[in-house]
């Protein structure tokens, strides 16, 4: 069976174009630099309580992926999520039934 030319072409093109299309794989992180922007992400904005305030779930991930891109090197773009807190160990004036 012979292939027309037409069908040479058009095969040929469809494989540089899915070759072109591909996505290049991403790099990986170390396991060092994803536990430290983890923590410093929980430190800038932690975990509240369920029912008193809505959570900050896509803040904290959003943290985490400029921690990342930016090798841990965090400064104050991020101010913590509750400006009542005065230090970490201690929870916000905000949380609990009082």
Avoid: W
């Avoid at 396991?31 to 800038?44: G, T």
């Amino acid at each position: 069976m012979r292939i027309s030319a037409k069908v040479t072409v058009v095969l040929g093109m469809a494989v540089a174009v899915t070759a072109c299309l591909q996505t290049q794989p991403a790099m990986a992180i170390s396991v060092e630099l994803a536990k430290m922007c983890r923590d410093m992400a929980i430190k800038a904005h932690p975990y509240t309580l369920p029912g008193f305030k809505s959570g900050n779930a896509e803040v904290e991930r959003s943290y985490f992926k400029d921690c990342v891109a930016k090798g841990g090197n965090m400064s104050a773009d991020h101010p913590p999520s509750d400006p009542k807190r005065t230090e970490p160990g201690k929870p916000a004036a905000n949380i609990g039934p009082n």
